[in-house]
Each structure stands twice: as C-alpha cells, then as structure tokens.
C-alpha cells in the first residue's frame, strides 16, 4: 500500500516561492509515476507535475511550466514541488499521487493513492 503525506503548504504574496514537499513510502518498483495535482475552489482536479520513477523523466502542466520544479529525492523518500513566480490562479489544495502503468501522465483517474493535501493560496 503506497501512503503519501504532503507538506509546505501556506500563504504566499504574488511573486513569490513555496517549497512543497511529499513523503511517499511502499511503493516497490519503478512502475509507478508520481505527481502533483492540484484543484482550485469549483474547478476539476489538475495535474501539475509527473516523475516516471523509471527512467526521471518529469513533465509538467502548461500553466506551470517554467515556474515550477519537481523533484525527488530518494534518500529522504519525498517528491518535492518548488514553485516560483507563483500567481493569484495557482492557489488551491495542492495533492501528491501515485499510480502504476500510468499511460495519460496527468490524468487524475490514472492515480491510485493520493495525499490528503497541502492548501496553498497566492494573494495579489
């Protein structure tokens, strides 16, 4: 059973930076791809950022693309998100997940185990 607890939420001003951080344990192999999603008061579910563990690729939304990083870090067993430049429209519960075989990299119903999420809220 894979778990994943997200961290580094909070308040932020247009402009800046937030580091957020999930700790993702019991998955096995390198079936599996992990990412971000995010969903904004009254809006669907949107995928952020993926990592395929099997080879590191990494893909990104186009609304976040060039602004944020994804990461892993295998010693410590996270998957962190840095966000720069953040705006006004990236507030929203910010989730981490994990799905095997997953062939449409930012579609929610391809991920299996999800976080409880991480609130993060840009103010103008």
């Known amino acids: 059973q894979v778990q994943l607890v997200e961290s580094g939420g909070g308040s932020v001003q247009a402009g800046g930076s937030l580091r957020l951080s999930c700790i993702i344990s019991?998955?096995?192999?390198?079936?599996?791809?992990l990412a971000w999603f995010r969903q904004a008061e009254g809006k669907e579910r949107e995928g952020v950022a993926v990592?395929?563990?099997?080879?590191?690729?990494?893909y990104y939304g186009d609304s976040v693309k060039g602004r944020f990083t994804l990461s892993q870090d295998n010693a410590k067993n996270t998957l962190d998100l840095q966000m720069n430049s953040l705006k006004p429209e990236d507030t929203a519960m910010y989730y981490c997940?994990?799905?095997?075989?997953?062939?449409?990299?930012?579609?929610?119903?391809?991920?299996?185990?999800w976080g409880q999420g991480t609130q993060v809220t840009v103010s103008s």
């Open positions: 990592r395929q563990t099997l080879d590191g690729t990494t």
């Open positions: 019991g998955y096995t192999d390198h079936s599996y791809s």
């Open positions: 997940a994990a799905g095997r075989w997953v062939a449409d990299r930012l579609r929610e119903l391809e991920y299996k185990f």
